[in-house]
């Protein structure tokens, strides 16, 4: 089958809702799920590998899929700036453009947009910047955000937001979320003109976004506006932009509180480990983040009992696994004595090793916890997680479990 063809026995059923809970923790808010694309069914709580610009930084498509990653994202900001649109179409669509047969999501550019700082000007139509590439001048609206993304043929559509770091002030940050509201407006009649021209049950997914800086107030209110509107899901942006993980926790919690349980949802950018776990106790549902392949291309590698350096000396004579538990093709075939080589040596092999590990990590520990949601052991799964990982480290690990138990109270309210 060509790649950029949507299989049939794929196809959502507009009729039914695409996003299905199977079950709930009783003791925390976390939840069991299915989310139907076009393009297949996504297990959830899932982890989405980040490809920014149509790949996974050092593996193939197939690589990636071995892992264990059903969906991936990629990034609507550099896609348009290369190769743009235009080519992506005439390779018949990302999908076919980067080889990946299973569901994409893209997002909307807002957050590099928002990192680009002194190149961008935003106004109530949208957004100038000057390419950090060439210095060329372009323009996004909520409406060529949304057009883009149909070029691209993603399976789920995000919508263009404005994002306020956590160092604005509070009419800043008060601002950026009314703005994003009356975006997402603009976004939503967009996405159902451009869904009119494709069959009823081929359309993709639109989600909006829930901002509201750092204000709980702010959070709430931004949070129920999307939850109002004609959307497939509901993301949650702007955290993880600086502030401490106790204030991510509890705007988080601020914001799940107003967003209905029929649909999924996703925090965008947060994807440690430990955030993960705490984050799905809380009740999301999907997670991106490039923090496992960028710190494996540094040689930083999960375990169970943390992040580890290979490049340390210590692992020069280490002649077995970095993690014998793990079912990975870098842990059953290569030592961390090898690794540490190709990392001093600068070999591409060791970014390639790494990366796959680190993703067979995550998705070792989203298919651990779906397992414990479903047989009623996840509260006692989470402990276990958080008692050991970076254990060398009692104090962070007696932090880790404080600030779950705390935000997971204020979410049960």
């Known amino acids: 089958m060509n790649i950029a063809e949507i299989d049939p026995t794929h196809a959502i059923d507009r009729e039914a809702a695409p996003f299905k809970v199977l079950s709930v923790d009783g003791l925390t808010g976390a939840r069991r799920a299915v989310l139907t694309t076009r393009r297949g069914t996504v297990q959830l709580p899932a982890f989405m590998p980040v490809g920014t610009q149509a790949t996974v930084k050092s593996l193939s498509p197939d690589e990636v899929r071995r892992t264990g990653a059903e ?85 789920i559509i995000m919508p263009l937001d404005e994002v306020a770091g956590y160092d604005s002030d509070a009419q800043t940050q008060r601002l950026a979320m009314e703005r994003t509201h009356r975006w997402l407006d603009r976004a939503v009649n967009r996405w159902q003109q451009d869904a009119r021209r494709l069959p009823h ?14 204000d709980p107030s702010s959070r709430r209110e931004s949070a129920a506006f999307v939850a109002a509107a004609a959307v497939d899901g509901c993301a949650i ?34 994807g440690s480990p430990e955030d993960l776990w705490k984050c799905v106790a809380l009740g999301i549902d999907m997670f991106d983040c ?30 077995e696994p970095i993690d014998p538990t793990c079912d990975c093709e870098t842990c059953t075939t290569y030592t961390a004595a090898y690794l540490h080589h190709l990392f001093r040596t ?34 006692r799964a989470i402990n276990t997680f958080l008692e050991r990982y970076r254990a060398a480290d009692a104090v962070a690990a007696q932090e880790q479990r404080r600030l779950w138990s705390a935000a997971n109270a204020r979410s049960a309210r």
């Open 290 to 319: 490039v923090h496992p392949t960028r710190v494996a291309r540094r040689g930083g590698l999960f375990t169970l009992d943390g992040r580890l350096n290979v490049t340390n000396a210590r692992f020069q004579r280490a002649f």
């Open 71 to 155: 969906i991936l994202l990629a990034n609507t900001y550099h896609l348009m700036l290369r190769p743009g649109v235009d080519i992506i179409e005439a390779a018949g669509g990302l999908h076919q453009f980067m080889a990946w047969n299973g569901p994409i999501l893209t997002d909307s550019g807002g957050f590099q947009v928002f990192s680009l700082a002194h190149r961008r000007i935003v106004t109530e139509q949208g957004v100038d910047f000057r390419s950090h590439i060439d210095g060329s001048t372009h323009r996004l609206t909520p409406e060529r955000a949304i057009e883009l993304q149909f070029g691209f043929g993603s399976d």
């Open 346 to 379: 600068r070999e591409l092999l060791g970014y390639r090793l790494a990366t796959i590990h680190n993703l067979r990590f995550m998705q070792r520990q989203m298919e651990l916890i779906r397992n414990s949601i479903e047989d009623g052991s996840f509260k």
């Open 201 to 214: 049950t081929r359309s993709p997914l639109l989600f909006g976004i829930a901002q509201g800086g750092f």
């Open 237 to 270: 942006g702007g955290l993880s932009v600086g502030e401490s993980k106790e204030v991510m926790a509890e705007m988080l919690a601020e914001s799940i509180s107003e967003l209905p349980a029929d649909r999924p949802r996703y925090l965008m950018g947060v």
